[in-house]
């Protein structure tokens, strides 16, 4: 159930780094309050699962999710530039993902 959690605030961080960017410097209303909703959202749940969890392979874990779901959707829905050494770096990093998580030990 802890690496649930871990998962799902790792898609809240994706969440809130692409509302930070469409919030264009807090300048916009529902941007900044989702940008909001989705930090609490995702330190909330971090900090749950780091009750039984390892903080390491955890915190990797949660990066991880987030920086490869925003390079993912920048590129799908921003406009960012798509280039094979950027799939294959994001296919590195969930990979180490998956191994942080298959390595990380439960209290």
Request: proline share 2%; hydrophobic share 55%.
């Amino acid at each position: 159930m802890a690496w649930l959690l871990v998962v799902v605030a790792g898609l809240l961080e994706t969440g809130f780094a692409v509302c930070l960017k469409l919030s264009h410097g807090f300048t916009r209303l529902w941007p900044t309050i989702a940008f909001c909703l989705f930090a609490l959202g995702s330190f909330g749940l971090l900090t749950l699962s780091l009750k039984k969890l390892d903080i390491g392979p955890a915190y990797a874990v949660w990066t991880g999710i987030g920086a490869a779901g925003t390079a993912i959707y920048g590129m799908a829905f921003l406009g960012d530039i798509v280039s094979t050494l950027k799939v294959v770096s994001i296919s590195l990093v969930v990979t180490g993902v998956i191994g942080l998580q298959l390595s990380g030990s439960a209290h």
